[in-house]
């Protein structure tokens, strides 16, 4: 009897290579996803080449925890990326979205309702600066919470650009 060639879609599966987190290997910095994590002589912990964040390593687990940041932040390595595991901190962040609305639109709030109940004498001369005024308090709170947020969530592109500052500040001279 003769042999034919197995059909494409009749083929074996490749093996698939599932890649776990070992001591010796590196890895994308899963806070700035710029630099590379590698281990850290003696410890059980992690240290980016770029951000300089200090990583705690559960190896049996496949988990990373941010040890110098006011937040607890943590990852499971997936074997090509990292997913972020959710803390139950909800009552905190609540808080701040709430705040931070509050900033926002209060501030900019008052300065549009004092702009109607206190309306400038001449319209034709002052044209409507307590709408620039407003504008201008929201676009300054608004910045103010954007970065409140990015310092408590850690954005991998806020921490990237806070870095890259960093460096540049220290390459000037003075």
Known sequence: MAKFPRPFFNAAPRQSRILTLEGGASYECPVCRHGQIEAMALMDAYACNFCRHILEANLDQQTVHLV?????????????????????????????????????LFPA??????????????????????????????LAHTAMVGWIIAEHYQLPYYVLAKVRVQRLLARLPG
């Open 68 to 104: 110098d940041g006011i937040q607890p932040m943590g990852w499971r390595w997936q074997g090509w990326r990292w997913q972020p595991l959710h803390h139950p901190a909800a009552d905190l962040t609540l808080t701040l979205w709430i705040v931070g609305l509050a900033l926002i």
């Open 109 to 138: 709030g008052l300065v549009v309702l004092g702009g109607y109940v206190f309306p400038p004498l001449d319209e034709a001369d002052q044209g409507h600066w307590s709408l620039v005024w407003a504008s201008i308090t929201l």
